[in-house]
């Protein structure tokens, strides 16, 4: 059952009292309210440091921001009683991909009813999983400013990406899709092993430019790229040690963060060469022959130098549940999907990214659906394997990082909000600790956000992104599924209206493509 809100009405003189009082009194503030004000009683708060409060707290919140904390009775517009509830700080996915429809080409189907519905309910997706935090991997801050003008969405940050001409992922995006977007604004001229280039002006393509062009726009990030290519294509340009190293000097300058782009054995000994913060994959790719020990000293060559990692393994088991039978008949699935979009993605046209996965297999006319799933699974089992045996030592030295990389692809297994839920199963199947993915999910990516002081936790004068919960996180991942409230920016939703199959369409404009 949902927590009953209570509103209490006030004159108008009163609420104009009350506004000259808190200019001078935080202590007014805590026993008056107003019209923006909200007050979360005797509730279970979760602390930074995963631990809980010895006794049930009083919550006010008023014009966004976290009011004050106690066991006094505080009064506001609006009142939620969280009696038996714990109270946590909206989650961070440091790791997502905010345009489009996951699955869905570009072209005429942008026009549809039911890829403007998906528009419409991809915030609302992130918010129903908890989300209220995303920071997206390659954006511009066109998009991003676009974004976060939405009435109902999470607050959205975004990586400066830097790839170098005919590298990844630039090879990999469709003409019409490079057409609509600034690609060339972050490209990096690499004087050390590609010389001649085709930008007009390579010297404003240096790092010093390109680190200063980026810290103007906005940029939480800048992320770059070691990927030589995988499926059809293959053997792709890779910028040089000595060029990042440059970009990353310059980065640390402007106290910017360098992620890498990087899932192979040999990105990762790049990583180390290269000094940068962190990558943006788990390591899957390497020889079948490469040993534990093998993987357990590059883990410690990693905590040595601090790089940090993001695991990522949706993006393995995304794939692999393309092939899954049953994967439409999970009942969660229709609060992150529309039902006109989950009955398009059975159509053959929806389904071409599961056929172009299973042609990986080989001759498979003579099996069943669900041998098809169980040979996949065997394929992909060594991979998985890899990512947890690197993984376990990070944790252990608070260095994996939570980001669910949604969508990685043009994968409907990665939507929106389900995709980060998803992942905090994968972390736990890893051996990883609920109070550690609970920090990860929180403080831990707001620290890598640079966002410490104004997200991640529950403290006076912090941002109000909360969540109620039934359930406790640090003792059962289902509580991430018990959620009754998301509080955004102050302003208390419940769940159940966030879903899916409570969509109130209304066909949006498209956000600007530069």
């Not at 010895?54 to 505080?74: C, D, S």
């Not at 609006?78 to 714990?86: M, P, R, S």
């Not at 046209?349 to 669900?370: P, R």
Request: glycine fraction near 6%; aromatic fraction near 8%; hydrophobic fraction near 40%.
């Amino acid at each position: 059952m949902e927590p009953e809100m209570t509103k209490l009405k006030s004159s108008h003189l009163v609420l104009l009292v009350c506004s000259l009082i808190n200019l001078f009194s935080v202590r007014a503030q805590a026993n008056n309210h107003d019209s923006e004000s909200l007050v979360i009683r005797a509730v279970t708060l979760v602390n930074a440091d995963a631990t809980l409060s010895k006794k049930p707290q009083n919550v006010l919140i008023r014009h966004g921001k976290i009011q004050a904390i106690g066991t006094r009775e505080f009064t506001a517009d609006k009142v939620i009683d969280g009696h038996g509830q714990y109270l946590i700080p909206g989650l961070i996915d440091s790791h997502v991909h905010l345009r489009g429809v996951p699955g869905v080409p570009d072209g005429e189907l942008a026009h549809s009813d039911f890829y403007q519905e998906a528009l419409a309910q991809i915030p609302k997706s992130y918010l129903y999983a908890g989300f209220t935090t995303l920071l997206d991997l390659v954006n511009t801050k066109a998009f991003i400013d676009s974004w976060n003008q939405q009435p109902l969405a999470p607050r959205a940050h975004y990586c400066a990406p830097v790839p170098i001409p005919k590298g990844y992922p630039i090879a990999v995006i469709p003409e019409e899709a490079l057409q609509k977007v600034d690609v060339a604004r972050y490209f990096l001229h690499d004087r050390h092993a590609h010389p001649s280039t085709e930008l007009a002006d390579p010297a404003a393509h240096t790092p010093a430019h390109l680190i200063e062009a980026m810290q103007k726009d906005g940029a939480r990030c800048a992320k770059i790229f070691y990927e030589k290519g995988f499926g059809k294509v293959r053997n792709l340009p890779v910028p040089s040690e000595a060029i990042v190293r440059e970009l990353v000097a310059e980065a640390h300058k402007k106290q910017l963060p360098v992620f890498l782009h990087g899932n192979s054995l040999e990105s990762y000994e790049f990583a180390l060469a290269t000094g940068v913060d962190m990558l943006v994959h788990g390591l899957w790719n390497a020889q079948p022959a490469t040993t534990p020990g093998e993987l357990q000293r590059i883990a410690q060559r990693l905590i040595d130098a601090k790089i940090a990692v993001q695991p990522s393994v949706q993006v393995i088991y995304g794939e692999q549940e393309l092939l899954n039978p049953a994967f439409f008949h999970q009942p969660s699935l229709r609060h992150y999907m529309p039902g006109k979009l989950i009955d398009w993605y059975q159509t053959p046209a929806g389904q071409w990214m599961k056929n172009e996965i299973g042609s990986y297999l080989g001759e498979t006319a003579s099996l069943t659906d669900e041998q098809k799933y169980q040979q996949i699974k065997t394929v992909y089992q060594p991979l998985l394997t890899r990512v947890q045996q690197v993984s376990q030592p990070l944790n252990q030295h608070a260095l994996l990082i939570f980001g669910s990389d949604t969508p990685s692809g043009p994968i409907y297994t990665q939507f929106p909000g389900l995709n980060g839920r998803m992942e905090m199963d994968r972390w736990q199947a890893m051996g990883i600790p609920l109070v550690d993915l609970f920090k990860a999910l929180t403080i831990g990516n707001a620290k890598r956000l640079g966002l410490e002081r104004e997200i991640g936790s529950i403290a006076t004068h912090k941002q109000a992104d909360l969540l109620l919960l039934g359930k406790n996180p640090l003792q059962d991942i289902t509580a991430y599924d018990a959620i009754n409230w998301v509080i955004l920016r102050g302003e208390p939703i419940s769940r159940e209206s966030l879903s899916a199959q409570n969509l109130k369409f209304i066909k949006v404009h498209t956000t600007p493509e530069s």
